[in-house]
C-alpha cells in the first residue's frame, strides 16, 4: 500500500437550517482513503451517508474541516476546478444511477469525456469501446428508458470508469437493484479498484454483498464515524 492517501479529511461538521431549528449531520468526520482500497461506510437512513458523499466529491462544502484529494485541499480550489478534478480523479456512482433520460446510452457515457482533449471521434470510439467490455455494444442508440435496470446500471459504472478514476465514490450502488444485478455491479466495481490500485468509499443502510470485501468498515451514527469489526451485527433499519 501506498503510504499517502488519495483522500483525507479532518473533523468535517455539516448543518442544515431547516425553518428555524439547525440539524446537526456530520459532527467532526475523520477519514483517510489510500489507493487500492475499499471501504464500506453503513449507516441508517438519514443518517448522512449521502451528504457525507457530496462532500467527499466536492460537490458540496462542509461547514468546517478539511478534505484533500491527491493532496489538493478542496477549499483552495474554484468550482470550476473542483469539477475538473471531479472528472480526471473520481467516479461517482449513484443509487438511482442519475442517467439523463433523453440521451442515448452512447450520449451518456460520452458526457464524461466533455472536458478531455480528445477529438470529437476519439471520444466517441472511447466510449463505443466501454460500453462493447460491458456488452452493451447492441445498445449504444437506446435511451436509458429502453434498458433493463441491469443495462442501465453498466451504462452508468461505464460513465463512472471512462476516465480511469483513482478514486470511486459509490452511495449505495446496489441499494435498487436485486442481488443479481447488485453482485454484478460489485463485481465490475471491484476488479476495476483491484487491477487499477483505485479506492472506493461505497455508502450501504446494510444490505450490500461486499461487505466481507471491506479493507475498512465504518458505521456512520450520530454524526461520526465509527470503526467497525467485521461479522458484527448489521444495521437493521431500512435505509
Ligand atoms: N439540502 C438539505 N437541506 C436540508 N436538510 C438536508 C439537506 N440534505 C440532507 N439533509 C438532511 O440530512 C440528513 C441526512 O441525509 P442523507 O445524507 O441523505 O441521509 P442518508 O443518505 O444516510 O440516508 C437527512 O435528515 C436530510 O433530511
Ligand atoms: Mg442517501
Not at 65 to 82: A, F, M, R, T, V
Not at 204 to 209: A, E, M
Request: proline share 4%; aromatic share 4%.
Amino acid at each position: 500500500m501506498e503510504n499517502k492517501p488519495i483522500l483525507k479529511c479532518t473533523n468535517l461538521t455539516k448543518s442544515f437550517r431547516i425553518r428555524k431549528s439547525i440539524i446537526e449531520i456530520l459532527k467532526g468526520v475523520d477519514l483517510e482513503v489510500y489507493p487500492g482500497e475499499l471501504i464500506v461506510i453503513k449507516g441508517r437512513s438519514g443518517e448522512g451517508k449521502s451528504v457525507l458523499q457530496w462532500l467527499l466529491s466536492g460537490i458540496d462544502a462542509p461547514d468546517s474541516g478539511e478534505i484533500l484529494i491527491d493532496g489538493i485541499p478542496y477549499n483552495k480550489l474554484s468550482s470550476e476546478e473542483i469539477a475538473n478534478v471531479r472528472r480526471q480523479k473520481i467516479g461517482l456512482v449513484f443509487q438511482n444511477f442519475n442517467l439523463i433520460p433523453s440521451w442515448t446510452a452512447l450520449e451518456n457515457v460520452e458526457s464524461a469525456l466533455l472536458n478531455s482533449n480528445l477529438s470529437a471521434v476519439e471520444k466517441r470510439e472511447k466510449a463505443i469501446t466501454i460500453l462493447e467490455n460491458m456488452d452493451l455494444g447492441h445498445r449504444l442508440d437506446n435511451l436509458p428508458l429502453e434498458l433493463s435496470v441491469g443495462q442501465q446500471q453498466r451504462v452508468a459504472l461505464a460513465r463512472a470508469l471512462i476516465n480511469r478514476p483513482s478514486l470511486i465514490i459509490a452511495d449505495e450502488p446496489t441499494g435498487n437493484v436485486d442481488d443479481e444485478t447488485g453482485n454484478e455491479m460489485l463485481n465490475i466495481l471491484l476488479s476495476y479498484v483491484r487491477e487499477n490500485n483505485s479506492a472506493m468509499v461505497v455508502t450501504t443502510h446494510g444490505h450490500f454483498t461486499g461487505i466481507d470485501l471491506a479493507d475498512k468498515l465504518y458505521l456512520l451514527k450520530d454524526g461520526l464515524l465509527v470503526p467497525q469489526t467485521k461479522g458484527q451485527p448489521e444495521v437493521t433499519a431500512a435505509g
